[in-house]
Nanobody, 124 residues
């Protein structure tokens, strides 16, 4: 059974840091581009970060660029999202996702598998 199982998240004060984890089960992430998205109440799902299946350059959304860093450990079938200098506007449910496409995508519709989501709340 294909699954993406997320952990991490929680409540943090503005300026703090969090690390989210996403473990893949039932498939190997080494053949997938991996993405992170977030969705705040009443808003569209927003691109946060993407990691190419072949390694190399990562991509980040404008709202988080310079404050987040995504990484992957293919041997452990896990991806991470390190978030620093968090702001109240970063409050959202964060999702990891896997995309079997060749070209890395920032569009949620291009992703094949999704994690269950994890809440991140940043207090001011």
């Amino acid at each position: 059974q294909v699954q993406l199982v997320q952990s991490g998240g929680g409540l943090v004060q503005a300026g703090g840091s969090l690390r989210l984890s996403c473990v893949a089960k039932g498939f190997s992430i080494s053949s997938y581009s991996m993405g992170w998205f977030r969705q705040a109440p009443g808003k569209e799902r927003e691109f946060v970060a993407a990691l190419q299946w072949s390694g190399g350059k990562n991509y980040y959304g404008d709202a988080v660029k310079g404050r987040v860093s995504a990484s992957r450990v293919n041997a452990n079938n896990v991806v991470y999202l390190q978030m620093n200098n968090l702001k109240p506007e970063d409050t959202a449910v964060y999702y990891c996702a896997a995309d079997s496409g060749i070209v890395v995508s920032t569009r949620p519709d291009d992703y094949d598998y999704w994690g269950q989501g994890t809440q991140v709340t940043v207090s001011s």
